[in-house]
């Protein structure tokens, strides 16, 4: 009998510390349903991915996009990819879709099989280009054109800040480890040099070499500094984050004029956010949905 009384409490204790942690546990750590559920197929209008292509000043640039499930219109982020472009964070436009919206990549002229020459200026010609697709066919593809949003990696955050001061229909950016491409070019350490000898090998890229490629910078500086496009920004929502704090000094005062709502933040991780894709995707949600 004694045995039996020491087993049912043994079993009792079992079932209430075993059972209870694992429920509130369950739940506090579920995941998101755009992170761990699938699009449900609508055979109406069901979600794809187009394969397009647009025309920016004359030469073809090689595209596509992950269109929402859904016969609305729907809002769009446009990904602005870096130089030259490895990191293309497809899986972010995955889950941004499964979120209601269409994801559009497109490859810069002159990179990645796109036509035309590539250049600093022509990238921030593209996005021009880009914009105007999206009005263009607005409808075929099912876009909300007043609902665009850009995101932009390395190279491609400079692209979009420089990009976005001439798009008034642009009001959301989130600019992920950008690349201040005047700094490197007016520094008198070896970056330059180092960027130029790496800009060199890069065949993805139409360019004549990596000289060419930043010699406009210095001769064109305010077309390129960072430091002084704060004002033009004041009325887009922005968020940044980056992986150590070199752009501080010219982010923050982009923060100080803004009006619209601006986030800025250093995470630990390195340039492409290897270690924080999850983290990052719902960072990337939660600013698009507000």
Known sequence: MLMFRLS??????????????????????????????????????????????ILSHGSRM???MYT??????HPTLILLHGFPGNERNLDLAQSVRRTGWNVLYFDYRGSWGSEGDFSFRNCVEDVASAVA??????KSLRIDTTRLALFGHSMGGWVALKALA??????KALILSPWDIYSTAASTDGSRAATEKYADGLFMLRKASGNALMAPV??????????AVGPGLSTKQLVFLDENRRNESWIKPIGIANKAGF?????????????KRVALTKTVVAFLNK
């Open 68 to 73: 929402a499930s859904g016969p609305q219109p």
């Open 218 to 227: 210095l001769a064109d500086a305010p077309a390129f500094q960072l430091t």
């Open 263 to 275: 986030r800025y933040e250093v995470w630990d991780t390195d340039h492409p956010f290897t270690n």
């Open 8 to 53: 049912l409490r043994f079993l009792l204790l079992a079932v209430l510390v075993g059972s209870t942690p694992v429920r509130s546990m369950g739940q506090a750590g579920a995941a998101p349903k755009y992170l761990a559920v699938d699009l449900e197929h609508n055979p109406k209008a069901p979600a794809g991915c187009e394969e397009l292509t």
């Open 166 to 171: 001439q798009l008034p229909e642009i009001r």
């Open 62 to 64: 090689a595209a596509f």
């Open 133 to 138: 697709f999206c009005k263009q066919q607005a």
